[in-house]
């Protein structure tokens, strides 16, 4: 089988012939929807009262946010894992379901809009 194809000027978007091709557009990241989803996050610390819980809480944000600033893959979904753990544990502790719901759901839309769910 013999595919050939000619493009006449600059081409974007996605290309493929053959059998089973599988391929993944990215379009882009909308930085201002992820600095949001951040923000959420954040915002939901201020439901904390021990105030260790929330640097601990802070900390595990900022080390998403960097793995999410580098584009390290595995970075990103092991600090994602490890923010998850975090938000869940102290949430559960506290009685705090804000605080579980803003890591657990802003982790998941985050590695939505990476495409890496």
């Known amino acids: 089988m013999n595919n050939q194809q ?3 000027g600059d081409f974007h978007g996605q ?5 089973d091709i599988t391929q993944t557009q990215n379009a882009g990241i ?3 929807a992820l600095a ?3 923000k959420a996050m954040r915002e939901a610390l201020s439901t904390v009262e021990d105030s260790n819980d929330r640097d601990d809480v802070e900390h595990g944000i900022q080390q998403f ?7 390290d893959t595995e970075e990103i979904t092991a600090s994602a894992g490890r923010l998850q753990r975090l938000g869940a544990r102290i949430g559960t502790a506290a009685g705090n379901t804000a605080l579980t719901v803003a890591t657990t759901e802003g982790v998941k839309q985050l590695l939505a809009a990476l495409g890496l769910n």
């Open 6 to 8: 000619n493009f006449f």
């Open 15 to 19: 290309n493929a012939q053959g059998n």
């Open 30 to 32: 909308d930085a201002a």
């Open 36 to 38: 949001e989803i951040f």
């Open 65 to 71: 946010e960097g793995a999410v600033h580098r584009g």
